[in-house]
């Protein structure tokens, strides 16, 4: 079997991270990367191989293998849309649009055509989540707490609401994914923002926002999330059972029962690879542990926004149960 040929839409920051990962397979050749700035297309090229595409068209014309689509928040849609139209596995980062309207529309795309996707939520990857899911299965959760507080990541489009959705959407979706898969789905959410955007031209993000948040399982929650500070202070989430609590970061689980307390490291950047190897054996079809497909992602999207949504409006928003990705409605909606 030939090795996976992989073409990478979008040449920024999270792209690198991509390409340095793939570059270290030895059964993929990543053909090019294309870019709306051609400079950072060619740079990245520079240190990955490849060659540097005009555009999008020209890249799939090329025949990769897979795509991964490594753009901003708002630029989601068209490439996806190219990349389905030629029928290639696509690997989308996080978040997977702004907004649901574009990212339901995917969703039926890849739906209808039976597409191989993949999307950026390497957090499910973490080492340490099967002992929390043991943990867990035989004890109901009572009360989970999740949190992302950190800064403003140092490109123009973050801090804009129609850019990148917000902290939330953008940040915080990590926190909120995990939460769906070890608690999960939520079917109610009210959220706050404070109205002031951090300190940054042009910013009109809440700088901080806190939500509750109730469970299909009858558990009850807490999301917060903040980009007042200069460095990343705290990214996880907190989950309490009867006798048991459990804290959860991308360095591992903190355990606290009747044992007494322990931790169990988790390497994140194991997490960072470990999601990009699965996704390039299910393309080349010696696997199968994609564990987040764009329909799953959905799900996660659709939190994330309830979230924004509830902040924005200061209304209660009420999530409906998840459907399959061919018959998806709004899924979303806000009390009066």
């Known amino acids: 079997m030939h090795g996976c040929r992989v073409g990478l839409i979008g040449a920024g920051g999270v792209a690198q991270r991509h390409a340095r990962v793939l570059a270290g397979f030895d059964d993929v050749e990543l053909i090019g990367v294309t870019d709306v700035a051609p400079d950072a297309a060619s740079a990245l090229v520079a240190q990955s191989g490849g060659r540097a595409y005009a555009d999008v068209a020209e890249l799939l014309a090329a025949g990769p293998d897979a795509v991964y689509v490594c ?177 959860i970061t991308e360095d591992g689980l903190l355990i606290r029962d009747t044992d007494g307390e322990r931790h169990v490291p988790a390497d994140p950047e194991a997490a960072r690879v470990a999601v990009d190897r699965a996704f390039i054996d299910a393309v080349r079809g010696i696997g199968d542990d994609v564990r987040v497909p764009y329909a799953e992602a959905l799900g996660t999207q659709r939190l994330a926004l309830a979230v924004a949504d509830s902040a924005r409006t200061g209304e209660t928003v009420r999530l409906a149960t998840p459907v399959e990705p061919a018959v998806l409605t709004s899924g979303v909606t806000v009390d009066a």
């Open 71 to 247: 753009v901003p928040p708002f630029a989601h849609g068209p490439a996806e849309e190219a990349v389905i139209d030629a029928g290639a596995p696509m690997f989308v980062e996080k978040p997977v649009a702004v907004d649901l309207v574009t990212a339901e529309r995917i969703a039926d795309l890849i739906a209808q055509r039976g597409l191989r996707t993949a999307v950026g939520h390497h957090w499910r990857y973490l080492s340490v989540l099967d002992q929390a899911r043991e943990l867990l299965a035989d004890r109901p959760v009572r009360m989970v707490s999740g949190s992302w507080w950190d800064k403003v990541p140092p490109v123009a489009w973050w801090s804009r609401r129609d850019h990148s959705g917000g902290p939330v959407v953008e940040q915080a979706a990590h926190v909120l994914d995990l939460i769906r898969a070890l608690v999960g789905e939520a079917t109610e959410v009210t959220a706050y923002g404070n109205g002031t955007p951090p300190p940054v031209d042009g910013a009109d993000i809440d700088s901080v926002t806190t939500a509750t948040l109730r469970f299909a399982g009858g558990a009850v929650g807490t999301l917060s999330a903040a980009c007042v500070l200069g460095w990343k202070h705290r990214a996880g989430l907190e989950i309490l059972a009867d006798g048991l609590a459990l804290s």
